[in-house]
Each structure stands twice: as structure tokens, then as C-alpha cells.
């Protein structure tokens, strides 16, 4: 079975402008998560979507959004982007929240210039 | 608002030796659950172990096991027979039970483990 898998793997963009980074998560799993891993530090949680409602938010200003779609993808977007939002923005799988296990994809790299 | 300490930003061992990660959390909630991560150079995080802490024994996984300590607020992984393949980034990781509710994974800033040959 295939595992989350991420697009695009990176990223350039200009500050100001906006971008939308996509998942899709392992076969069977209703439930994604977001997070934003700058360089070397721990990943912070951005969203979590279950059954396409937002079931919880981190400590992320209203620039970043996010839905899931039907089929349980999902899209992250950034609006106005800082040359701060430069990081590693990983997505996670899992069955449902609370406690379940979730399974990370290969991340896709943000640059912001 | 959870915190998870990781207080060693580097380890090296010699292979097959078996080598200890500690990890330490804040919480006032009673029911929860901790994650060990793995983030090779590759970068892609890797489950290593889950620990449910309303469970007395300590979860296990193959080389890899953990000490849970819950009036301690401790959660440390204990690799054995360490391999070169276990080099990575090691994250300890707590997410709160809010009933099907809306918490993502608080991590830990992380331990650079050195396997040596």
C-alpha cells in the first residue's frame, strides 16, 4: 500500500505570495494532519482535518488555512508568505484523532525568498 | 499547554551497543499518548513506538523498548544492538486524549543519534 505521499517535494517562492501544498493520505485514513518543521526543530501542528471539518488548530496566524476534500486529501495554504514560513511542512495520516497513530509523509521544502 | 523536553542534542555509540534516549513532558491531563519519531537525513519521520499511558507496561518494538514513567512524566528509548541504519534524528512526541478531539503532537526538539562503526 502506498504511504502519504506529498506534493511538490520543493519550493521557491517570493515573499507575498501565496502557495498551496498537497497530501494524500494512506488508504483507509479520514483523518490529516499539518505541521511546520523549521531546521532543527521538532515539528510544530498547524491543522488537523477529520472527515473534512477542522477538528483542531495550532498557534498559526489566520494566513495559514487549510481543507480536505472527499476523497480525504488535503490542501495547506499560505498567503503572504514571510520569509519566516521557510520550512519543511509536513503531513501526517492517521485512522481518526485522539490517540491514533499518525504516519508522516516526505514533506515538501519551502523556501522563501 | 504541554511541553516535552529532550535534553541531549547529540549522542554517539558504537554499534551494537544499546544506548538510552531520555525524554521528559509536562502535562495536567490524565490520559494520553507518547510517540517516539525517527527523521533520518532522508527526512521523512518514522513511527517508532507508541506508549498509551493509561497502560502500566511498557511498550516494545522489536531493538526498541521504552521506560514510561508516569508520576516522573518520563518517556525514555532504549535502542539495543544499535545499527548504523538507526543514525537519525530521534523526536519524543505526546498528544492528549480529548475523546476524538482537535490535538496534534506536541515534539521535543529532538536527539542527533550517532551510530559509529
Known amino acids: 500500500d502506498a504511504g502519504v505521499t506529498q506534493s511538490p517535494t520543493h519550493l521557491i517562492k517570493t515573499r507575498g505570495q501565496h502557495v498551496t501544498l498537497r497530501c494524500s493520505p494512506i488508504s483507509g485514513h479520514k483523518s490529516v494532519s499539518w505541521y511546520q518543521q523549521v531546521l532543527g526543530q521538532g515539528p510544530q501542528f498547524i491543522f488537523q482535518?477529520?472527515?473534512?471539518?477542522?477538528?483542531g488548530r495550532g498557534n498559526f496566524p489566520d494566513r495559514f488555512s487549510a481543507r480536505q476534500f472527499p476523497n480525504y486529501s488535503s490542501e495547506l495554504n499560505v498567503n503572504a508568505l514571510l520569509l519566516g514560513d521557510s520550512a519543511l511542512y509536513l503531513c501526517?495520516?492517521?485512522?481518526?484523532?485522539?490517540?491514533?497513530?499518525?504516519?508522516f509523509g516526505p514533506g515538501t521544502r519551502l523556501t522563501v525568498t | 499547554a504541554q511541553t516535552v523536553t529532550q535534553s541531549q542534542p547529540e549522542m554517539s555509540v558504537q554499534e551494537a551497543e544499546t544506548v538510552t534516549l531520555s525524554c521528559t513532558y509536562d502535562t495536567s491531563e490524565n490520559n494520553y499518548y507518547l510517540f517516539w519519531y525517527k527523521q533520518p537525513p532522508s527526512r521523512q519521520m518514522i513511527l517508532v513506538i507508541r506508549q498509551e499511558a493509561y497502560k502500566q507496561q511498557n511498550a516494545t518494538e522489536n531493538r526498541f523498548s521504552v521506560n514510561f514513567q508516569k508520576a516522573a512524566k518520563s518517556f525514555s528509548l532504549k535502542i539495543s544492538d544499535s545499527q548504523l541504519g538507526d543514525t537519525a534524528m530521534y523526536f519524543c512526541a505526546f498528544m492528549t486524549d480529548s475523546g476524538g478531539g482537535a490535538d496534534g503532537l506536541t515534539f521535543g526538539k529532538g536527539t542527533h543519534l550517532i551510530i559509529q562503526p
Open positions: 501526517a495520516s492517521s485512522l481518526g484523532t485522539g490517540g491514533y497513530e499518525q504516519y
Open positions: 482535518y477529520y472527515e473534512k471539518e477542522e477538528r
